[in-house]
Each structure stands twice: as C-alpha cells, then as structure tokens.
C-alpha cells in the first residue's frame, strides 16, 4: 500500500460548485498535513496546513483531517475559474523532514 | 519575508553535458532545503535535502548531487547528463521547527536533448 493515495482525476467542475479533494494514507504516525496547490509550469504553493484530527478554514477552503480513518479532505467552496490548478497532499510527521506528497488531483472550474 | 529563487526557469542541454541549478532563500536563517523532480504522472519525487552547511541526504541513487556552500544556498549539478534527467525541478525550504510546511520555488524546467 503507497503512504499516501490521491485520486488523481481529472476533475471538472461548473464554476461556483463544492469540490471535494480527499486523499488517504497508511502510516499512522502522520501528524502534520498539508494541501498544496500547483498552477501549471509553477511551483507548488501551500495552501492550508493542519496539525492532528479536525477542520480548518481559511475564506473559501476548508481543510477536514479524520485521523482514525486515515482520511484528509479539501473542500472548495463557491469554485472559480482561477482555482483550475492540481491541488497536492502531503502529510508529515513532523520530527521527521520529509513530506509524503500524493500525486495529486488535476481540476477544472469551467465559467 | 521569506522568498526563495531558483533558476533558470528553462534549461535545453545536450546529453553528456554538465548541469548546475542554483536555489536561494531569503528572510530566515540555517533553514532546511530540499531539491525534487516532478515528472508528469509520477507526482514529486525528493532528491535531496539538507538541515545545515555541508550536510546534504541523498534519497535516490542517481546520476546527480547536491552541495550547500552557503546557508541559504543550494546547489543541484551533474557531470554528465542523461535523457532520463529531464524533468521539473523545484526547489523548496521549511524552517527549522518541528512539521514546518515546506515552500518552494517556481522551478526548473530541464529537457535533455
């Protein structure tokens, strides 16, 4: 089983819809996690950061970590054109460096 | 505020040829850095990374290296480029702190020709 699993879609989306990214992952020893999100031909540019179980909200995005499943969402809310990128989870266990990242989730909000 | 530049943001080389990619952070001090390939499909792959001067952790056996000679700097080279180096490559930082995000730069585009 790969640590972390992301679908990698594509997703396409009317503009103004509810998106919903998940990724799961397998080692329980995760504490951090973090969504990234990458327009094309640019880096990755961090977008919401959690530590432990429970939800986060920042404007139009919400992140939701369930730890007893091993499950991390990201919910974009009134989607729009500009959100069209390929969003990116990466969990981490803090004391450790490194981040796992997922291979990510292509989307597209059309107008 | 904390940046972190890399470039060229394009680089067409011939096989057989040598390759230095340069990555600075700016606004923060002894961060760690890291160097990954992206490859289309196969999500980030991390190459190096590194907590201090002169310390530097290899992930995967390859045909390239990496060197910090300054603080905030960090350097990814090869002596002899093959066509499977092509790739995006990006540059990133986190602090020192326990689960710091990382950051990255806006990469590095490499075709080998």
Known sequence: QKEVEQDPGPLSVPEGAIVSLNCTYSNSAFQYFMWYRQYSRKGPELLMYTYSSGNKEDGRFTAQVDKSSKYISLFIRDSQPSDSATYLCAPSQGGSEKLVFGKGTKLTVNP | ???????????????????????????????????????????????????????????????????????????????????SDSGFYLCAFSGGGRGQPQHFGDGTRLSIL
């Open chain 2, 1 to 83: 505020s904390q940046t972190i530049h890399q470039w060229p943001a394009t680089l067409v080389q011939p096989v057989g040829s040598p390759l230095s990619l340069e990555c600075t952070v700016e606004g923060t001090s002894n961060p760690n850095l890291y160097w990954y390939r992206q490859a289309a499909g196969r999500g980030l792959q991390l190459l190096f990374y590194s907590v201090g001067i002169g310390q530097i952790s290899s992930e995967v056996p390859q045909n390239l290296s990496a060197s910090r000679p300054q603080d905030r700097q960090f350097i990814l080279s090869s002596k002899k480029l093959l066509l």
